[in-house]
């Protein structure tokens, strides 16, 4: 069963990311921190296999928080993590034609909001990612 952490401080998407994983059938169980600060403990309690991280959140932003993570005794980098928005985003931010965003040096998936179910799967495929049963 994969173990997804949702870093997603507003509740309606937080209902359709749950309802789009439910559609395309991922067996999983999934937590929701409300900001990337108290998603810390459940980075390390939890263990997840995928966190998606809203960009645009109160205090620390997603692309901040995993920027600070991507290296040190505390980081993500062997973690899977789409990001999520809702924003317009520039040229120089993400390229359109492969759905990415990078921070730093690496990028990462990237959902539209409301989340799509049928690009939520693509992304779930093309990260080689276990439906289970």
């Not at 980098?77 to 789409?82: D, F, G, M």
């Not at 921070?103 to 799967?121: F, G, H, Q």
Request: a negative charge.
């Amino acid at each position: 069963m994969l173990r997804i952490l949702a870093v997603e401080d507003n509740l309606g998407d937080q209902v359709l990311l749950k309802e789009a994983l439910q559609e395309i059938g991922i067996e999983h169980t999934l937590i929701f921190a409300p900001c990337a600060n108290e998603s810390i403990k459940n980075i390390y309690i939890d263990n997840p296999d995928l966190i998606f991280m809203d960009i645009n959140m109160p205090g620390l932003s997603g692309d901040e928080f995993v920027a600070l993570f991507q290296t040190g005794p505390y980081t993500t980098r062997s973690k899977k993590v789409v990001f999520l928005t809702g924003a317009t985003l520039t040229d120089d931010q993400w390229n359109e034609q492969t759905q990415e965003i990078k921070v730093k040096d690496k990028s990462y998936p990237l959902l539209r909001k409301p989340v799509n179910p049928n690009d939520l799967n693509k992304i779930i495929s093309k990260m080689h990612i276990e439906k289970g049963a």
